[in-house]
């Protein structure tokens, strides 16, 4: 069983950066994935970011390329999101997530869910 949770979320003015976390707990294989989802009420959980574990290659939206980075500390189990030039269009809950058989990070299939963590960006 595999435990993820964030943190860094707020608020933050548009053009302004914010860092997430996601720790994970639990046993993590090193061919899995974490990654970043955000969801807005009423729509859709869309996939943000993400990172294989196994050699830290990343996927990005296209929304967010050049904006957001993932990165992550291996020995840590730690997934962070640097998000730099916020928009408001970028206000969601957003979840972190593991698949844990992951075959690249532009495949992520999440197995296991973080509780979420609200950015809010003001215009």
């Known amino acids: 069983q595999v435990q993820l949770v964030e943190s860094g979320g707020g608020s933050v003015q548009a053009g302004g950066s914010l860092r997430l976390s996601c720790a994970a707990s639990?046993?993590?294989?090193?061919?899995?994935?974490m990654g970043w989802f955000r969801q807005v009420s009423g729509k859709e959980r869309e996939g943000v970011a993400a990172?294989?574990?196994?050699?830290?290659?990343?996927y990005y939206t296209d929304s967010v390329r050049g904006r957001f980075t993932i990165s992550q500390d291996y020995a840590k189990k730690t997934a962070y999101l640097q998000m730099n030039s916020s928009k408001p269009e970028d206000t969601a809950m957003y979840y972190c997530?593991?698949?844990?058989?992951?075959?690249?990070?532009?495949?992520?299939?999440?197995?296991?869910w973080g509780q979420g963590t609200q950015v809010t960006v003001s215009s």
């Open positions: 997530a593991a698949d844990i058989s992951c075959r690249g990070a532009g495949g992520m299939r999440p197995d296991y």
């Open positions: 639990g046993y993590i294989d090193s061919r899995a994935c």
């Open positions: 990172i294989y574990r196994i050699d830290s290659s990343t």
